[in-house]
């Protein structure tokens, strides 16, 4: 009897492709909180640029500075996450 005939082994087979069907969605979700990350880099930036030139005024830019990097530092605590699964 062949390996490949056996129950076991066409079950296990199918697990491991499930598996690493499921793996590789977390794998893509992973490398998009590091795209979301950069963004929110980005959108301090521009934040800090409108305060600069007066289009934004301190106190608020102040507030949704604050609100992004709390933002950002969740996004790095889910990134760790997933790399524990993984």
């Not at 992973?30 to 301090?44: D, I, M, P, T, W």
């Amino acid at each position: 009897m062949k390996f490949e005939d056996l129950k076991v082994w066409k079950r296990s087979s199918r697990l491991c492709a499930d598996l690493y069907k499921h793996f590789q969605g977390i794998k893509d979700f992973a490398r998009f909180l590091q795209y979301s990350k950069g963004s929110c880099g980005e959108l301090r930036t521009q934040i800090y640029i409108g305060i600069d030139i007066d289009y934004i005024e301190p106190a608020v830019g102040k507030k949704w500075i604050q609100e992004i990097k709390e933002l950002s530092a969740m996004l790095v605590g889910l990134s760790k996450s997933l790399r524990k699964i993984n």
